[in-house]
């Protein structure tokens, strides 16, 4: 599977190199055409912009194709990494599933490193430096807390994938199908990962309409999972402006994990996601009400200090933390 993959990656490469550089390459706009191009313009959130003012490429890549693919390799390397390190400790008697559901997850895993494999031959072949894997902390104590992290990380992976969609279309057309194909296969994982969790409140397909995310956005909650890196860990989070603050609470994480404020600022919690959750304090000093989607709370901290917090209805991975300076 994995080298079939690759190799359509390679033939489409090879179709367009003849003689091009890896600049050239990646910017050839014409190669858009036929069911790529219709698939782009269908999709809500880039139609008003391809009938308009053109398909223009996120400014974190800096122009550069090869920075997109290991964009996209970052993390599919932390998918990879946390199905193959979830079943060198998990069994299939530990889902609710048993052997059906574990071959599919299983499965699941096998598509990720697939997409790490294909990537980084890609990423090669071009002569670009492919990213290597990180150390990561998934932080999930039991098969009911794998698949909650699961499901976040398959969420975060449809959506960025989508949100790169423009940028693929810029800095590398020709791969526009194949980064087409993955999203889709990313989006039945999060569909059938979904459907395992044990929450009346998560839907296998939430909306008409998937929002997708920025590069930032996708690296704020990618970012807490990773220790240690080559350099792709994700960019500092800014700091918060003098008097107020906003945290969002996405399906399962904080954004941003790290907040940074002044004394006297007001924080507040807006919950994005689908699930409920809420804001309580490691040390007690706040906690907030459970908040479902749309619903928001707000926190005022008048005193110096670092906080730590976590969601209480899903500490193992909602955990973030405000300084106070």
């Not at 590069?215 to 918060?240: H, K, N, Q, R, W």
């Not at 609470?249 to 940074?260: I, T």
């Not at 989607?293 to 933390?321: I, K, R, W």
């Amino acid at each position: 599977m994995s080298q079939e993959i690759a190799d359509r990656f390679m033939a489409a490469i090879r179709d367009e190199r003849a003689g091009t550089s890896r600049r050239s390459l990646l910017g050839k706009t014409s190669l858009i055409g036929g069911g790529a191009a219709l698939a782009l313009a269908a999709v809500p959130g880039f139609r008003a912009t391809a009938q308009s003012d053109g398909l223009t490429a996120d400014p974190y890549f800096e122009d550069d194709g090869i920075a997109i693919l290991n964009y996209a390799l970052t993390l599919e390397h932390l998918e990879a990494t946390f199905y193959r390190e979830a079943f060198a400790t998990f069994t299939a008697d530990d889902f609710a599933g048993g052997q059906v559901v574990y071959d599919l997850l299983v499965q699941i895993g096998d598509h990720e490193a697939a997409h790490v494999e294909a990537l980084t031959a890609t990423i090669n072949d071009l002569g670009g430096t492919a990213v290597e894997e990180a150390s990561y902390d998934f932080g999930y104590t039991d098969a009911a807390s794998f698949l909650a992290t699961a499901s976040a990380i398959e969420n975060v992976g449809v959506s960025a994938y989508a949100g790169a969609a423009p940028s693929v279309a810029v800095l590398a057309p020709s791969l526009v199908a194949t980064a087409l194909g993955i999203h889709s296969v990313e989006a039945r994982h999060a569909a059938y990962v979904a459907s395992l969790l044990d929450d009346p409140e998560t839907s296998p397909f939430p909306d008409a309409v998937d929002a997708p995310r920025t590069p930032d956005e996708v690296l704020a909650i990618a970012g807490p999972f990773i220790v240690s890196s080559d350099g792709a860990a994700p960019a500092a989070t800014p700091a918060a402006s003098e008097s107020a603050a906003t945290v969002e609470m996405v399906d399962f994480g904080f954004e941003p994990a790290e907040l940074e404020v002044t004394a006297g600022t007001t924080v507040t919690w807006t919950n994005t996601g689908q699930a409920t959750h809420n804001a309580s304090a490691d040390d007690g000093s706040f906690k907030t009400e459970f908040l479902s989607n749309g619903g928001s709370a707000s926190v005022t901290f008048d005193e110096p200090g670092t906080f730590s917090y976590v969601c209480t209805l899903h500490a193992g991975l909602m955990q973030a933390t405000i300084t106070v300076t």
